[in-house]
Antibody, heavy 120, light 107 residues
Framework: QITLKESGPTLVKPTQTLTLTCTFSGFSLSTSGVGVGWIRQPPGKALEWLALIYWNDDKRYSPSLKSRLTITKDTSKNQVVLTMTNMDPVDTATYYC????????????WGQGTLVTVSS | VIWMTQSPSLLSASTGDRVTISCRMSQGISSYLAWYQQKPGKAPELLIYAASTLQSGVPSRFSGSGSGTDFTLTISCLQSEDFATYYCQQYYSFPRTFGQGTKVEIK
C-alpha cells in the first residue's frame, strides 16, 4: 500500500524560504523508473506542477519557478524535500506530493496536501 | 512547454446525463494523458491514464479517448458522486502541465 504525506509550516512570511517534506511508504525511491513530484493548488484555482525527482536523482522543474525551487531526496528516510525561496502571498496554496510510477503515470498516488499561507 | 486547453470550464448537468470534457494540446503527446477527479478539500484521484486506460477501482461509466492533440473524458451516466472538478494532465514532456479544470455541477 503506497502512501504519501506532506509536512511543513502552515504559515510563512513574505521573502522567507519554504521547506516541505514528503514522507512516503510502500515503495522505494531507489527503484528504477520511480519518482516523486510536487504539485500545488492556490485556493479555488487549478493544479500547478512544480517539480519531480527520479530514483537516479534526475530533477525536473517548472520553468517559471525553476530559479526558486530545489528538490532533493533521502532514500534511506523515504523522504523528498522541496524548498521554495522568496515566498510571496501569491504562493499561498495547498502543496501536494505525488508518486510517479515506473510506467510514467504521474499521479496514481497523492498525499493529502498541506495548506501553506504566505502572510506577514 | 505544452499548453493545454480544457473545456468547458463549467458544466451543468443532471444525474443520468452523458457528459463530455475536452482537452486539447498545443502539440502532440501521443497517448501520455491522465484524467483526475477532485472533490472539495481532497487530493485529486486518478481516473484514467494513457488516455484511455481505466485506473483500477474506477467505475466503468468513466472512459477516455483520443491521441495526439485531442482528448476526451466521458461520463456515460452521471451519478451524484461524480459532481466534482476534473483535470487533464500530460506526461509526455516536462513540465507536466495540467488543464485548467472542468467543474461539473448539478443543473
Amino acid at each position: 500500500q503506497i502512501t504519501l504525506k506532506e509536512s511543513g509550516p502552515t504559515l510563512v512570511k513574505p521573502t522567507q524560504t519554504l521547506t516541505l517534506t514528503c514522507t512516503f511508504s510502500g515503495f522505494s525511491l531507489s527503484t528504477s523508473g520511480v519518482g516523486v513530484g510536487w504539485i500545488r493548488q492556490p485556493p479555488g484555482k487549478a493544479l500547478e506542477w512544480l517539480a519531480l525527482i527520479y530514483w537516479n536523482d534526475d530533477k525536473r522543474y517548472s520553468p517559471s519557478l525553476k530559479s526558486r525551487l530545489t528538490i532533493t531526496k533521502d532514500t534511506s528516510k523515504n523522504q523528498v524535500v522541496l524548498t521554495m525561496t522568496n515566498m510571496d502571498p501569491v504562493d499561498t496554496a495547498t502543496y501536494y506530493c505525488a508518486h510517479s510510477g515506473v510506467d510514467g503515470v504521474p499521479g496514481r498516488y497523492w498525499g493529502q496536501g498541506t495548506l501553506v499561507t504566505v502572510s506577514s | 512547454v505544452i499548453w493545454m486547453t480544457q473545456s468547458p470550464s463549467l458544466l451543468s448537468a443532471s444525474t443520468g446525463d452523458r457528459v463530455t470534457i475536452s482537452c486539447r494540446m498545443s502539440q502532440g503527446i501521443s497517448s501520455y494523458l491522465a484524467w483526475y477527479q477532485q472533490k472539495p478539500g481532497k487530493a485529486p484521484e486518478l481516473l484514467i491514464y494513457a488516455a484511455s486506460t481505466l485506473q483500477s477501482g474506477v467505475p466503468s461509466r468513466f472512459s477516455g479517448s483520443g491521441s495526439g492533440t485531442d482528448f476526451t473524458l466521458t461520463i456515460s451516466c452521471l451519478q451524484s458522486e461524480d459532481f466534482a472538478t476534473y483535470y487533464c494532465q500530460q506526461y509526455y514532456s516536462f513540465p507536466r502541465t495540467f488543464g485548467q479544470g472542468t467543474k461539473v455541477e448539478i443543473k
